[in-house]
């Protein structure tokens, strides 16, 4: 079935580019999402990635899209304390009702 | 204030005793959903709905249930809780399938001892 890989944790220094891996199976995704979550709040939507693109920019975030690999990153350049949250990767594809499948998320955490 | 609301927002329960979870949204969206998140599992769907009276069964569905008889309300329902349904709800909508931002609500605690 359908999966969304993403590692659990990553650990930057402030000011330093965080950089979230995901990697998805299905090979029909139309749409590939990047929400974060702080904490005691709901999921927000950050960015998406149209698949036919291969990078989206959106002031410090930078989406890269491996469409071949299947393999979605964000890059948050000079990394703030608030940008700590968990970062969940997405996919949705109009076979399934347009249905949306979360990894796991990532927890990033922001050192002095 | 465009917003999904729930209620309530942290519930302690016992086995068995019915519950039920409101979620609300102000923004006319078609498409709603629940999901459950959990440590080391992420968010999974437990029920959708694309429309009023339109209800579909999403990933981890069993010992819940919902209706949708007006645009505005999913409610979850959990007839007969059992403690493995201790974890963290999300209710979410969007405008429709093909719309991209999914608005999610504050999230509601729950747990069943």
């Known amino acids: ?112 | 204030e465009a917003q999904v609301t729930q209620n309530p927002r942290y519930l302690i329960t016992v086995t068995g005793k019915k519950l039920t979870v409101t979620c609300s949204q102000n923004m006319n969206h078609e498409y709603m959903s629940w999901y459950r998140q959990d440590p080391g599992l992420g968010l999974r769907q437990i029920y959708y709905s694309m429309n009023v009276e339109v209800t579909d069964k999403g990933d981890v569905p069993e010992g819940y249930k919902v209706s949708r008889k007006e645009k505005r309300n999913f409610p979850l329902i959990l007839e007969s809780p059992s403690p493995n349904q201790t974890s963290l709800y999300f209710c979410a909508s969007r405008l429709g399938t093909g719309e991209h931002e999914q608005y999610f609500g504050p999230g509601t605690r729950l747990t069943v001892t």
């Open chain 1, 1 to 112: 079935g359908e999966d969304v890989e993403q590692s659990l944790f990553l650990s930057v220094r402030e000011g330093d580019s965080s950089v979230i891996n995901c990697t998805y199976t299905d090979s029909s995704s139309t749409y590939l999402y990047w929400y974060k979550q702080e904490p005691g709040a709901g999921l927000q939507l950050l960015t998406y990635i149209f698949s036919n693109m291969d990078m989206k920019q959106d002031q410090r975030l930078t989406v890269l899209l491996n469409k071949k690999d299947k393999h979605l990153s964000l890059r948050i350049a000079d990394t703030q304390t608030g940008d700590s949250a968990i970062y969940f990767c997405a996919e949705s594809t109009m076979n399934r009702d347009d249905k949306i499948i979360f990894g796991k998320g990532t927890r990033l955490h922001i050192l002095p």
